[in-house]
C-alpha cells in the first residue's frame, strides 16, 4: 500500500504595521483589494492544489477576531486554512504552528514555513521548494545580492564582502517533518534568525535553490506600492 506524503504550509504572520504608519496590522494592509495575508495563503492554496497539504497561520492571539472579520468579508476568495495563535517572537510563532501539525506528520512528509507577508511566491518556486525538500531534506530560496556590501566590525572599521559569495535569504524555507520538529525542540536563541539557522544548529545541512527577486517581504511602504506593480502586471 502506498501512502501519499503530506506537504504542510506554515505561514507566520505576526507584523504591528508599525512602519507603515498603518491602522492595521501589516498583513492585513490592503493589496489590491486583498489583505496581504489572503493573497500569501491563496498562493499556496494554488500551488498545492493537487497535493494532500494543510495551511496553518500563527497570528497574535489578539488579531484572530480581525482576521475572521477580513475573511467573512472575503469569504468567496478565503481558501481553507488553520489559525492557530503565535507567539512572543517568530520562533516561537513557529514552534506553536508545528505543535498544532506534529500529530499529522510523518517524517518524510514536507512542511513549509513562509513570511505571512510574502505574497507573491510562485506557484513554481512554492512546488520546486516543496520538491527540492521532498528529495534533498531541506530547501531554501535564495538570490545573487546586487549592491556592494560592507561589514561593520565593533570598533567602527568596516570592509568590503566578496558579493560573489553572499545570498538574500527568502521563504518559503521547506524541510522533511522529522528533520524540522527535531530542530524546534532546541531552547531559543537570538542567533536564530529563521528556520535554516535553527535547522543548521541541530547539525543539519541546509541546502540552497534559486528564490525569485519578484518574491519580496512587505516592510514598508514602498514594498507595498512595488508588490500592487507586479501584481498588475502578472
Given at each position: 500500500m502506498?501512502?501519499?506524503m503530506?506537504?504542510?504550509?506554515?505561514?507566520?504572520?505576526g507584523g504591528?504595521?508599525?512602519?507603515f504608519?498603518?491602522?492595521?496590522?501589516?498583513?492585513?494592509?490592503?493589496?489590491?483589494g486583498?489583505p496581504?495575508?489572503?493573497?500569501?495563503?491563496?498562493?499556496?492554496?494554488?500551488?498545492?492544489?493537487?497535493?494532500?497539504?494543510?495551511?496553518?497561520?500563527?497570528?497574535?492571539a489578539?488579531?484572530?477576531?480581525?482576521?475572521?472579520?477580513?475573511?467573512?468579508?472575503?469569504?468567496?476568495?478565503?481558501?481553507?486554512h488553520?489559525?492557530?495563535?503565535?507567539?512572543?517572537?517568530?520562533w516561537?510563532?513557529?514552534?506553536?504552528?508545528?505543535d498544532?501539525?506534529?500529530?499529522?506528520?510523518?517524517?518524510?512528509?514536507?512542511?513549509?514555513?513562509?513570511?505571512?507577508?510574502r505574497p507573491?511566491?510562485?506557484?513554481?518556486?512554492?512546488?520546486?521548494v516543496?520538491?527540492?525538500?521532498r528529495?534533498?531534506?531541506?530547501a531554501?530560496?535564495?538570490?545573487?545580492?546586487?549592491?556592494?556590501?560592507?561589514?561593520?566590525e565593533?570598533?567602527?572599521v568596516?570592509?568590503?564582502?566578496?558579493?560573489?559569495?553572499?545570498?538574500?535569504?527568502?521563504t518559503?524555507?521547506?524541510?522533511?517533518?522529522?528533520?524540522l520538529?527535531?530542530?524546534?525542540?532546541?531552547?531559543?536563541?537570538?542567533?536564530?534568525?529563521?528556520?535554516?539557522?535553527v535547522?543548521?544548529?541541530?547539525?543539519?545541512?541546509?541546502?540552497l535553490?534559486?528564490?525569485?527577486?519578484t518574491?519580496?517581504?512587505?516592510?514598508?511602504?514602498?514594498?507595498?506600492?512595488?508588490?500592487s506593480?507586479?501584481?498588475n502586471?502578472?
Amino acid at each position: 500500500m502506498t501512502t501519499t506524503m503530506k506537504t504542510i504550509a506554515l505561514i507566520v504572520a505576526g507584523g504591528s504595521g508599525t512602519r507603515f504608519g498603518a491602522q492595521v496590522p501589516k498583513q492585513f494592509v490592503d493589496l489590491n483589494g486583498k489583505p496581504i495575508l489572503l493573497h500569501t495563503i491563496q498562493a499556496f492554496d494554488n500551488a498545492l492544489s493537487h497535493t494532500v497539504h494543510e495551511i496553518v497561520v500563527t497570528l497574535p492571539a489578539d488579531q484572530m477576531q480581525q482576521w475572521q472579520q477580513l475573511c467573512d468579508e472575503h469569504h468567496g476568495d478565503v481558501p481553507q486554512h488553520r489559525v492557530v495563535a503565535g507567539g512572543s517572537t517568530r520562533w516561537h510563532s513557529v514552534r506553536n504552528g508545528l505543535d498544532a501539525v506534529a500529530d499529522l506528520c510523518d517524517d518524510n512528509d514536507v512542511i513549509a514555513v513562509h513570511d505571512g507577508v510574502r505574497p507573491l511566491a510562485s506557484a513554481t518556486l512554492i512546488r520546486q521548494v516543496v520538491a527540492a525538500a521532498r528529495e534533498r531534506g531541506s530547501a531554501v530560496p535564495v538570490v545573487k545580492v546586487n549592491d556592494t556590501m560592507r561589514e561593520l566590525e565593533r570598533n567602527g572599521v568596516s570592509h568590503t564582502l566578496d558579493r560573489s559569495l553572499l545570498r538574500a535569504v527568502q521563504t518559503p524555507q521547506a524541510f522533511r517533518a522529522g528533520c524540522l520538529l527535531a530542530a524546534y525542540r532546541q531552547p531559543h536563541r537570538d542567533t536564530f534568525t529563521d528556520d535554516a539557522s535553527v535547522v543548521e544548529a541541530c547539525g543539519n545541512t541546509v541546502m540552497l535553490v534559486p528564490g525569485e527577486y519578484t518574491n519580496i517581504k512587505i516592510t514598508r511602504p514602498m514594498d507595498l506600492a512595488l508588490a500592487s506593480l507586479l501584481l498588475n502586471h502578472g
